[in-house]
Nanobody
Framework: VQLVESGGDLVQAGGSLRLSCLVS????????IGWFRQAPGKEREGVAY????????EYTDSVKGRFTISSDNANNTVYLQMNSLKLEDTAVYYC????????????????WGQGTQVTVSS
């Protein structure tokens, strides 16, 4: 299993970024793919995931209405569109894939990418 994230950057507060995660080595159409993040000195948290088996999506409360996760099954790629970025969104963002769609399952049993840095400045 291989996950390659891209799209992290330095952006001003209020701006937008789109993260991409290219997934290989799994049956993409049946797997869940999610995004986690970890800021310095803070615990890792689940941000969003999409379960490709049924299209279900879930978001952590702090990003609802600002972030959108989507899946391009033809290209085995998942996107995280991040709008209205805030200083507190600054973190390393990790892409994770697993057989079941839940933050708990993905965090504990999923396969992880290397991460991409998102920095939001004032």
């Amino acid at each position: 299993v291989q996950l390659v994230e891209s799209g992290g950057d330095l952006v001003q507060a209020g701006g937008s970024l789109r993260l991409s995660c290219l997934v290989s080595g799994v049956f993409f159409d049946n797997y869940a793919i999610g995004w986690f993040r970890q800021a310095p000195g803070k615990e890792r948290e689940g941000v969003a995931y999409i379960d490709n088996s049924d299209g279900k999506t879930e978001y952590t409360d702090s990003v609802k209405g600002r972030f959108t996760i989507s899946s391009d099954n033809a290209n085995n790629t998942v996107y995280l569109q991040m709008n209205s970025l805030k200083l507190e969104d600054t973190a390393v963002y990790y892409c994770v894939t697993g057989q079941y769609g839940s933050f708990y399952y993905l965090e504990n049993y999923g396969s992880w990418g290397q991460g991409t840095q998102v920095t939001v400045s004032s």
